[in-house]
């Protein structure tokens, strides 16, 4: 049976979170503690404590400075890892005096701290193509070359402390395999120092990528830019509980403690169930036709599902009674969506019926990796199954950037980032075995 390990995001996710769960789930603390102390980062030290969270006992992970004794997270507004000074515009200096707190940091003096680090080499890898994905998504939002991006609170000290800590811990479980839940993100508005920007923000929503998300009853940013950034690039798959042997359960807390719910993150690690293959999950697949449906609602209907935490959603021709030509709508998504993607069916087409049925659905260990070209970087989807690397795709958006800002062709780049992938090697991705 493979190692399974299971990110229960129903009060969202970010990087303080991700590493209080894992800890919580039998982590060593002196053991994360000695590979972010060797990030020769002065001045900080790093703190686990038992809190309650609406009843709920959970680890806290923060970071201190040794001058201030305030914690430098805040999942209640945790825009502050996307905007400039955002924090201070809240009142929340995380213990940091202003004008200190935040080091423009650039990725390679980032990539040297992750260098002297005691992650394994493939681990640094991992921890540097993280934040050059962090550092394109705010290139893409501001419109600027990468090479041109000041790493305001990506640089800062506790987003470094967080990715790189993630990356040491889920090495240290060696799953074989990572599935998240859908994620809640919140919701409201969110102040930066760019005014008011709506919940998920910017570059949160940039870095999910393809990650089922919804908005809950908490109406505050619960999805950070950190922690969308370590699920989306973990994940293999978003969805329900897979069948599993549950070992060890961890619960990692957010700043807030909400009355509502238990403002955790919940890891469940263990063991994918015999005769259960690791990558089937549980899914429910919702079908209907229409026949007299004004087509310009069919991408009002497909925006508003995917919104809603649909996983896919498409459109056949059929023909239908009468020999009609009509449209036959299919939607595939977590079970536990099915009521909410059943509403907006019946509220945004024009169907008087749909059916719906469980089934198994069996998705390949994916991976973002990026590599370097002679034209820039570009991250290629890779898929492995049973550790043998089965697919690797350049990513079209960054091929067609790359051939638009450099007067070249998408396949001539499209061939660069695969002939870059092809020298980096292809070894897998996940950490130890099990």
């Not at 299919?330 to 909410?340: G, I, L, Q, W, Y």
Request: charged share 20%; net charge negative; hydrophobic share 40%.
């Amino acid at each position: 049976m493979s190692r399974l390990l299971y990110f229960d995001c129903f009060s969202g996710i970010s990087g303080d979170m991700v590493l209080g769960a894992l800890i919580d789930a039998g982590l060593p603390f002196e053991e994360l503690k000695r590979a972010l102390g060797s990030l020769a980062v002065a001045g900080y030290h790093v703190h686990a404590s038992r809190v309650l969270r609406a009843g709920v006992s959970a680890t806290k992970f923060t970071v201190h400075d040794h001058d201030h004794s305030h914690d430098q997270h805040d999942h209640d507004s945790h825009a502050h890892k996307h905007a400039h000074d955002h924090d201070h515009a809240h009142g929340h200096s995380h213990g940091v005096p202003q004008g200190q707190g935040h080091e423009h940091r650039s990725l390679p003096e980032i990539f040297s701290l992750i260098d002297t680090s005691a992650l394994s080499p493939k681990g640094r890898e991992r921890a540097k193509a993280l934040f050059q994905r962090l550092a394109e998504a705010e290139a893409a939002i501001h419109q600027m070359p990468v090479e041109h991006v000041h790493l305001h609170e990506v640089g800062a000290v506790d987003s470094i402390i967080d990715i790189v800590g993630a990356v040491f811990a889920l090495e240290w479980f060696g799953a074989d395999r990572i599935v998240a839940s859908p994620l809640n993100v919140g919701g409201g508005m969110v102040q930066s120092a760019h005014g008011l920007f709506p919940v998920p923000a910017p570059a949160t929503v940039r870095l999910l990528g393809d990650a089922p998300i919804y908005s809950g009853s908490v109406q505050k940013e619960l999805v950070t830019p950190t922690g969308a950034l370590i699920v989306s690039s973990y994940a293999a798959s978003f969805g329900p509980i897979p069948a599993m042997t549950v070992e060890h359960v961890g619960y990692g807390a957010g700043d807030n403690d909400f009355a509502s719910t238990p403002n955790v993150l919940r890891v469940l690690v263990g063991r994918a169930t015999a005769g259960v293959h690791a990558g089937a999950e549980r899914v429910v697949v919702i079908e209907c036709e229409m026949d007299d449906m004004n087509p310009q609602l069919f991408g009002v209907a497909m925006d508003r599902l995917y919104a809603a935490g649909a996983l896919e959603v498409f459109y056949v021709p059929a023909q239908m009674k009468k020999n009609r030509p009509g449209t036959l709508l299919t939607v595939v998504a977590a079970p536990d969506r099915r009521e909410a993607l059943s509403e907006i069916i019946f509220t945004e087409t024009t169907t008087i019926g749909l059916r719906y049925s469980e089934v198994d659905r069996e998705c390949l260990q994916r991976e973002l990796v990026t590599v370097e070209t002679p034209a820039g970087a570009v991250r290629v989807k890779v898929a492995w199954r049973n550790g043998r690397l089965v697919n690797a795709v350049p990513e079209f958006e960054d091929c067609a950037a790359l051939a638009a800002s450099r007067h070249l062709s998408v396949k001539e780049v499209q061939a660069l980032a695969v002939k870059a992938f092809d020298a980096a090697g292809r070894e897998h991705p996940q950490g130890r075995p099990s």
